[in-house]
């Protein structure tokens, strides 16, 4: 499905400062009832999180987590039960996976004598029934599960739709009888930065020839597309000699997301830095 | 001199006699003894006489020339002149070579300092040649323009040095492109190198005065003031003198003399000052061509004479660069007018025609008349050249009116020619593959080392493609741009290994982007283009043309460019100039002598003259290609050696003179060359492979700085050079001798390098030339390479682009007016690279080996090729399958072990590292039947090879031994590589499998569970995990607030939901580890939920909360899930964690029935253990609760408890604490 860029941008429009909960997304869908959901969620996580990116560091000053922690406390003292923590993440606009591992950590802080490891934290989030304190345990998971666009279990969708697209584009691949290579084989064979296939017989999309397809769990916006060509696809260039000449998204605003808004890229030769309209969804969208 | 020339005229001795004479110190016996006598009283001038001569044709041509194309000279700025871009002032300044003729006498005065010094060189001043005012002028007054042409050698011949023009104006943004090797900067007369050719216009002082160095700093743009050439002064000549007999000062005062004389004659020297930088005038509107008529040649047998003089001289190697000489001599052929009234000077004395005393050339008709007579001479080399030259030659109106003969040979040549040349498309940067067998992490001393390459090799191509992006917008500073991230990245270079990967990186990204088309030229003549258009891809052959006319350099810089670094090569340059890292330097300078030793080694096919069948040529196309590949890496890598070697020693300052240079000589002898290339030079002669060695050899020391022609070691070679310059004269061919183009490109090379500026001028000419002395004592084989026909027309052409600048004067000639043609067809030619095959190691001796070699010497050498090309690829395939088979059986056994292994030592298995040792000294022994295998592989796979590869017609007999052959090289290739590498590769593997399945155990040992995939019939289209994770997390959060009023599930969607995660699970497809392990999560989350009644449920209003019967029913499937369907853990104890059992607490009343309902069900369905539940719920009382739910805790777990079966005694007595209790909550 083709999402233009103008829809693209009036969902965006929405978006501003609106809290990654479940009732946003709902209101989204009301207001755009012709997008699925997940387009909608992938969208909105995007969004979102460069929200994040950018007011991410007012919300670490120890200053910010001290007056949140006592805010938390105050309220926990007065109702353990109310959704205290939700709310605090939604009154400083904040994402409330976040604010669940900052007051998690300050707590663990507080009741441990060493700081607590990142890998703590995180099983800890996983599983809000290792944290010692139970009313905390509940705010966190509240928060959690309350969180569309952070959290485990948000990471865990974002990590299965890519698993599920490259499934996908595998089960394609087989189909249409083209040769290729995945990312174990790949990696076999020593590669350190690995697209998802590299075709071993190269195919001509639309006058394109595409070299090798990399499937992304995330909405190809043009930001996160800078970001990805920066950290991944020139990497692949690099390494790849000729089968690497250029990526290709079909995520892109004015281009497309396919049915779970996995966007996808692909390389493709002689045209590098340009980003090709929907050629890989007829590869991808059934 | 001239005195030579006058007896010549006066035909009291022959031409023969007279290039003998100067070929030859010894006077050869066939002289007539006349002849002798008169030629050797003039022996001490012997070796000034070509100077002279070559002087003379340039200072005669003068007045025809100026408007002609484009000048011979070397000019740096010029090399990368850009159409249509305007010089500018500072154009040529910077060039060794672009100094011509100094227009003024003060200039050349300060220029003849450094002069003096070498060899007593004089020069007679003259104003540069005006070009961007040329058509201007002559319009206006119609002057004589000393141009082109105009170059004259005055005195102890210095060699010619042409002059520099083009068609095109150089760019002049672009000189910083310019290799800083060899250019002088822009200052004053004494630093620039002056020119070896001198202008024969007499000075003007009123220039000299006003603008002293004007020709210095923009040589191409003066105003000319003298309207008369100095042909006819014919006192500088020194007649019959000993050079050195008339001093600087008089021959300046003769013309100084002269020069008022013409004052007094012409009409006031029109100086029109043009503009500096002026774009070329168009020569359209002003000039019309003269018509060239044969039968109006003034004095047909003195030019016949000096022509044939002249050739021969051309012939005999005696000019340093025989392409200049047909670029002079086809400026004359396209001369398009006289630029003087024949009659304007009255000392012209018609009737003296058989002496110097006339000009040579008195019109038009004569410079025609000249040109073809010379390039009758020369009509072998003419039809060796490319097609679209030899097109534009036999269409030459000119020439067909004069040598109707030579015409006629030229079309059948021209139709008998398949040289089509390409200029090639400059290729878009490829990166260099990841090399697995170097850039694995095996090859790195630490992870470090390895990540940091991987940065490095990031960082460079990002780099690389920001100067791809840049550099040719204008403003755009490579130093600015990259210089600071370039040192950067070099400063982390910090371990030499790395600075090693990192070099064989460089050095593989530029062979990579340089050596095939565009940086350097293209590579080889492919029959594509044919090929394409027999099918019809007439479109496509259209856009290569296209693309090409856009892409290819319209100059290469006139005949003589300096040494550049075309198109990507520029992006290497400054990035060693910005990296300016000793450890860089010095380990690119290794890598890139190693590779140069080993391209300079490789041994490529000989030709066979018996090889007389058809197949030769098809072969030959191959072979061409391999060494024009070879051939064309090397040039590039030894440019970059020469370039990195000698980057320290240049600099913008002049060269040293007196003691200075003597010191600095002194030092210089002590280092030692960074690559012995006159031991390679030697070699490369002896074993007849100059073609190949030569053209390198010229890359790298066009590059060298001033002080190294000094230098007794590369003196040694310069000589080397010259002899054997001297000794390629194109007329003698004979059988194992050198082939005419590999000739030609030799001659093209060394006659550039000739011209390079750092060349001293002298050694030309200076040196002796013993000719015939030049017999190589050649133990080499009967056919060396320089006997087979390598090079082709596209190789010449790529090596040597200033060949094409006879292409385009012809073209401009057609063209008529345009200064800035480039208009001319192109033949495309699309280019291929190919690797360099790897050349079978050949480690076989005895008498097994020598006998395949005698097989072989009999046998054309494309068989050779096959069999050895199988043994290779067999070999290796065979390496791979007893990977892909033996190794990996091994790997399973080891899998299978490990898992034995981990089963009997418990979950924890022990360390890895011991682990590893076991499973090894059990397998690698395995590895020795490798070899057996290996062997069995080659034989039973090379002989199909060979024979599908080889003629059907070959004999039985050939074709067994042939096959016999293949399966010992590919065996011993193979066996070679396995029983040095077989046990380390087991051991590698083995190591990856054992890790691979210690991660995928993962922290939860019971994943290790074998997974099941997908039934048969599945048809993969249950709801996708991403989605239904998704939907439950929904669910949750519903349940867990905050939630409106109006919100809540239904009942039948919750059964939905269940039902879909069973069909998801049950279809493996797109479900992967982590999003299971969350499923798992959610679903032992929602049955707390279902458990503690928390999930809100929609309705009619009444009906709240869920029915019994239905959350019943959700756990029933929830249950038979866990049970059938979740392969990986699911963690139900998470059921009796404080927090979900907290949520009961919550509820009022507080319902335990669906609890103990699930506890026993779960340990009914073999769930969850009774001791299991028993430590959760004894865990539980450990948590604060409130006292009452403490209490029902505490009955709630002795109910359970309480339940048989019973397996431990106390359990029982718990039970009957409070056994009434727990039965009504259970019952309620």
Known sequence: MILTKAQYEEIAQCLVSVPPTRQSLRKLKQRFPSQSQATLLSIFSQEYQKHIKRTHAKHHTSEAIESYYQRYLNGVVKNGAAPVLLDLANEVDYAPSLMARLILERFLQEHEETAPSKSVINSMLRDPSQIPDGVLANQVYQCIVNDCCYGPLVDCIKHAIGHEHEVLLRDLLLEKNLSFLDEDQLRAKGYDKTPDFILQVPVAVEGHIIHWIESKASFGDECSHHAYLHDQFWSYWNRDGISQCCSGWCGTPGLSSSSASASQSAGITGMRKHFLPGILMKCVCK | ?1228
Not at chain 2, 138 to 163: I, K, T
Not at chain 2, 457 to 481: A, I, N, Q, S, T
Not at chain 2, 534 to 541: C, H, P, T, V
Not at chain 2, 1113 to 1131: A, C, I, N, T, Y
């Open chain 2, 1 to 1228: 001199m001239a005195a030579v020339l006058e007896s010549l005229l006066r035909e009291e001795v022959s031409v023969a006699a007279v290039v003998r004479w100067i070929a030859r110190s010894t006077r050869g016996s066939e002289d007539n003894p006349g002849e002798a006598a008169a030629l050797s009283s003039l022996r001490p001038l012997r070796k000034e006489f070509v100077p002279f001569l070559l002087n003379f044709l340039r200072e005669q041509s003068s007045r025809v020339l100026p408007q002609g194309p484009p000048t011979p000279a070397k000019a740096p700025g010029a090399s990368a002149a850009l159409p249509g871009r305007p010089g500018g002032p500072s154009r040529g300044s910077r060039g060794a070579r672009s100094q011509l003729f100094p227009p003024t006498e003060a200039a050349s005065t300060a220029a003849e300092a450094p002069l003096a010094r070498r060899g007593g060189r004089r020069r007679g001043p003259g104003p540069a040649r005006e070009r961007g005012g040329r058509g201007l002028e002559e319009g206006v007054s119609g002057e004589n323009l000393p141009g082109a042409g105009g170059r004259r050698l005055r005195g102890s011949g210095s060699p010619s040095r042409p002059s520099l023009t083009l068609s095109d104006p150089p760019n002049l943004s672009n000189l910083e492109e310019f290799p800083p090797v060899g250019s002088v900067p822009p200052g004053p007369a004494g630093r620039t190198k002056p020119s070896r050719r001198i202008n024969p216009t007499p000075v003007s002082e009123e220039r000299s005065l006003s603008k002293p160095k004007t020709c210095f700093t923009s040589p191409p743009i003066s105003c000319v003031p003298s309207s008369q050439p100095s042909a006819l002064d014919t006192s500088p000549w020194g007649l019959g003198l000993p050079p050195g007999c008339r001093s600087l000062q008089e021959e300046r005062e003769m013309l100084r003399k002269e020069r008022s004389k013409q004052l007094q004659q012409s009409p006031t020297p029109t100086c029109p000052t043009p503009e500096l930088g002026s774009p070329l005038p168009s020569r359209a509107g002003s000039l019309t061509d003269e018509p060239a008529d044969p039968a109006r040649v003034s004095s047909r047998q003195r030019l016949e004479l000096v022509a044939l003089v002249y050739s021969s001289c051309i012939a005999e190697n005696l000019v340093p660069n025989l392409f200049l000489e047909l670029f002079f001599v086809f400026q004359l052929l396209t001369a398009r007018r006289m630029v003087t009234a024949k009659d304007s000077d009255p000392e012209l004395s018609p009737g003296v025609l058989d002496s110097l005393e006339s000009p040579l050339f008195q019109s038009i008709h004569d410079c025609v008349f000249f040109a073809v007579q010379v390039l009758e001479c020369h009509f072998q080399v003419l039809s060796n050249l490319d097609k679209g030259t030899l097109k534009l030659l036999a269409e030459n109106e000119r020439l067909l009116c004069f040598s109707p003969a030579l015409q006629g040979r030229l079309r059948a040549a021209y139709e008998g020619s398949v040289a089509k040349v390409s200029l090639a498309m400059p290729p878009s940067a490829q990166a260099v593959s990841f090399q697995p067998e170097t850039d694995n992490r095996a090859n790195f001393s630490s992870d470090r080392a390895f990540h940091t390459f991987k940065k490095q090799r990031d960082v460079f191509y990002e780099v690389l493609r920001e100067w791809e992006d840049h550099h040719e917008e204008p403003g755009w500073d490579f130093e600015k741009g990259l210089g600071s991230r370039i040192r950067a990245m070099m400063g982390q270079l910090s371990a030499a290994c790395s600075h090693s990967h990192f070099v064989r990186l460089f050095q593989k990204q530029l062979l990579q982007m340089c050596q095939s088309p565009g940086g350097a030229g293209g590579t080889v003549l492919g029959e594509a283009p044919d090929v394409l258009s027999m099918l019809g891809a007439d479109k496509l052959g259209r856009l290569w043309r296209l693309q090409e006319r856009l892409m290819a350099p319209q100059s290469s810089g006139g005949p003589c460019p300096p040494p550049t670094f075309p198109g990507c090569q520029g992006f290497f340059r400054d990035f060693i100039l910005s990296a300016s890292s000793f450890q860089f330097n010095q380990h690119l300078m290794d890598s890139l002598s190693l590779k140069i030793r080993e391209l300079n080694g490789l041994a490529l096919p000989q030709h066979e003259p018996s090889d007389e069948d058809g197949e030769s040529d098809v072969d030959w196309q191959g072979e061409r290609r391999q060494f024009a590949v070879v051939l064309l890496s090397l040039r590039l890598l030894a440019k970059f050696l020469g370039f990195v070697a000698f980057l320290p020693y240049r600099g913008p300052e002049p060269p040293p003179t007196g003691e200075l240079q003597d010191s600095i000589l002194a030092l210089r002898s002590q280092v030692p060359p960074v690559l012995d290339v006159r031991t390679l030079l030697q070699r490369g002669l002896q074993a007849r492979r100059a073609v190949l060695t030569v053209p390198w050899l010229v890359e790298f020391l066009s590059f060298a700085d001033h002080v190294v022609p000094l230098l007794d070691y590369y003196r040694d070679i310069f000589i080397l050079l010259l002899r054997l310059h001297r000794s390629l004269v194109l007329s003698q061919e004979s059988e194992g001798k050198m082939c005419f183009l590999n000739k030609l490109l030799l001659l093209a090379v060394l006659g550039w390098l000739f011209q390079i500026p750092t060349v001293p001028e002298d050694l030309f000419f200076l040196e002796e030339g013993p000719s015939d002395a030049f017999e190589v004592d050649t133990v080499a084989p009967e056919h060396g390479l320089d006997a087979a026909p390598v090079v082709d027309q596209q190789l010449l052409y790529t090596c040597c682009p200033y060949i094409g600048e006879l292409r385009k004067l012809l073209a401009l000639w057609v063209s008529g007016s345009s200064g800035r043609s480039g208009g001319f067809m192109r033949k495309i030619t699309p280019t291929t690279t190919t690797g360099l095959g790897a050349q079978p190691s050949q480690t076989s001796q005895g008498l097994q080996a020598r006998l395949a070699q005698a097989f072989f010497h009999n046998q054309p050498p494309s068989l050779r090729r096959t069999v050895e090309f199988v043994a290779e690829r067999i070999g290796s395939n065979c390496v791979k399958h007893i990977k892909a088979t033996l190794v990996a059986d091994l790997v399973r056994q080891a899998e299978s072990l490990l898992q034995e292994q981990l089963v009997t030592q418990g979950e924890e298995g022990g360390d890895p590292a011991q682990l590893l040792e076991i499973l090894c000294s059990q397998l690698c022994p395995h590895g020795a039947q490798a070899l057996a295998l290996g062997r069995e592989f080659c034989q039973r796979k090379s002989p199909g090879a060979v024979r599908a590869l080889l003629p059907e017609e070959t004999p039985a007999a050939v074709l067994s031994s042939a096959e016999n052959i293949a399966v010992g090289l590919a065996t011993e290739k193979a066996c070679a590589w396995l029983s040095a590498n077989i046990t380390a590769l087991i051991r590698r593997e083995v190591k990856a499998a054992v890790s691979r399945t210690l991660r995928a155990q993962g922290p939860e040992p019971a994943a290790r569970g074998e997974r099941r995939g997908c039934s048969r019939a599945c048809e993969h289209h249950a709801p996708l995990p991403s989605h239904l994770i998704s939907e439950i997390k929904d669910v949750l959060s519903l349940a867990v607030g905050p939630r409106d009023p109006d919100e809540g599930v239904s009942p039948e969607h919750l059964e939905q939901l269940l039902g879909q995660l069973g069909q998801t699970l049950r279809c493996r497809q797109f479900l992967c580890p982590p999003a299971e392990q969350h499923l798992a999560k959610c679903s032992v989350e929602l049955a707390s939920l279902l458990v503690a009644d928390q999930i809100p449920i929609l309705g009619p209003p009444a009906q709240y909360r869920l029915e019994r019967g239905q959350a019943r029913r959700l756990l029933h499937m929830l249950l038979s899930l866990w049970k059938e369907d979740f392969q990986g853990p699911v963690p139900l104890q998470l059921l009796l964690s404080p927090r979900n059992v907290g949520l009961l607490a919550d509820t009022r009343p507080r319902e335990w029935d669906l609890l103990l309902f699930l506890l026993r069900e779960l340990v009914e369905k073999g769930l969850m253990g009774r001791m299991e539940i028993e430590a959760c719920l004894g865990s539980l009382h450990q948590a604060q609760w409130p006292g009452d739910f403490a209490e029902e805790l505490a009955t709630l777990s002795n109910l359970f408890l309480a339940e048989p079966p019973l397996p431990e005694p106390q359990l029982r007595a718990c039970e009957l604490v409070q056994p009434n209790r727990g039965t009504v909550l259970a019952q309620s």
